[in-house]
Nanobody
Framework: QVQLVESGGGLVQAGGSLRLSCAAS????????MGWFRQAPGKEREFVAG????????YYADSVKGRFTISRDNAKNTVYLQMNSLKPEDTAVYYC???????????????WGQGTQVTVSS
């Protein structure tokens, strides 16, 4: 069982940066692949970034490649999403998720946080 709590969302101007954190409970955090997803109003939840259990492999949606960086600190049971050069179209609720294996499909993750709002103004 893993419980996930996101933080770090907020309001930022276009071109700005935010760092999201996702703190996990449980001693098995390091065995899970982690993903960040986002959902804008009226749209489906979409993959943003993923990372394998060790942090040696990372994956990104084309829309955020080169602007966002996912990382993890297994000693702190935390996964991060550094978001730079933010655009208004990045506005969404951002969710972290834990799963046995990396996947870009939300169905591949069994545990989800409650989400944190990111709003990018133009």
């Amino acid at each position: 069982q893993v419980q996930l709590v996101e933080s770090g969302g907020g309001l930022v101007q276009a071109g700005g940066s935010l760092r999201l954190s996702c703190a996990a409970s449980g001693r098995t955090f390091s065995s899970y692949a982690m993903g960040w997803f986002r959902q804008a109003p009226g749209k489906e939840r979409e993959f943003v970034a993923g990372i394998n259990w060790s942090g040696s492999r990372t994956y990104y949606a084309d829309s955020v490649k080169g602007r966002f960086t996912i990382s993890r600190d297994n000693a702190k049971n935390t996964v991060y999403l550094q978001m730079n050069s933010l655009k208004p179209e990045d506005t969404a609720v951002y969710y972290c998720a834990a799963g046995t294996y990396y996947s870009s499909n939300p169905g591949g993750y069994g545990y989800w946080g409650q989400g944190t709002q990111v709003t990018v103004s133009s």
